[in-house]
């Protein structure tokens, strides 16, 4: 039995691993044409949707994504196990199909990836003097990295962010919450020039009109990062709340 992960949006969230003093370190992308990065850093994004991607099963679709019954009386991996449960899917004859777990786990602290370029200009801040000293020593091999204008291929271990897995959830992307929806990096902004002001919702990068609500602004983000019909696909997710670390 396999698994299957896709990020929202390739260009939104997506997982690498790197060595880091012998410790694979994983890290993960976030969308920066609509301000998620950014977002993270600030603190005002602190949950990311990662789809569950799964082919068709013995010629049947796909239709039920459940915890697994009585799982400790089946020989099951224990790798698949997280929050106490072990999911599976199910197709229309309701046959097991595969086991799915999470990317990450709860505790887990993972690298936020950025540019080489990016940490040059803009994470030197704060940053202790022995670390500096050593970005400052490598600069010129790191302007002819690929890392530096693109983050897919930058190390974990010389990356100043991080986030720490602090909850994990399924279920459909448009099972999301109005909550959910601001903790994605929807935020709420009002006219300016209108009287009484009107409220709205927004992302980063958004070109069109606000939204009446989170979900209309997080259904327009998910397809403008994921390709449009994401939204109305509505597939199985898993939801990941995290907090920034550094």
Avoid at 22 to 39: P, R
Avoid at 93 to 109: A, Q
Avoid at 158 to 177: A, C, F, N, W, Y
Wanted: hydrophobic residues 35%; glycine residues 6%; negative net charge.
């Amino acid at each position: 039995m396999g698994h299957l992960r896709r990020s929202i949006g390739s260009r939104n969230t997506r997982s690498i691993k790197t060595s880091v003093g012998g410790i694979i370190m994983k890290k993960i992308i976030f969308n920066d044409e609509f301000g998620l990065t950014q977002a993270v850093l600030e603190g005002r994004k602190t949950m990311t949707r990662i789809i569950i991607e799964i082919d068709e099963c013995v010629r049947f679709p796909i239709i039920c994504f459940r915890p697994l019954e009585n799982w400790e009386k089946k020989v099951v991996n224990p790798n698949y196990v997280f929050n106490g449960h072990v999911y599976a899917v199910y197709n229309e004859l309701d046959l097991l199909c595969h086991f799915v777990k999470p990317r990450y786990e709860i505790g887990e602290v993972v690298t936020i990836a950025q540019s080489y370029m990016d940490v040059d200009r803009f994470h030197r801040k704060g940053k202790n003097a022995a670390y500096l000293e050593y970005l400052d020593s490598i600069l010129p091999e790191l302007k002819l990295h690929p890392g530096w204008t693109n983050k897919m291929f930058v190390k974990a271990d010389l990356m100043p962010h991080h986030i720490e897995i602090t909850g994990i959830k399924v279920e459909r992307l448009q099972d999301i919450s109005d909550e959910d929806c601001l903790k994605e990096g929807i935020y709420e902004d009002s006219g300016d020039d209108k009287f009484p002001p009107s409220i709205f919702y927004e992302f980063e990068g958004n070109k069109d009109d606000g939204f009446d609500t989170p979900r209309e602004a997080f259904a327009a983000l998910i397809d403008k990062v994921s390709g449009k019909g994401t939204w109305e696909s509505n597939p199985y997710v898993f939801a990941y709340e995290f907090k920034l670390v550094d």
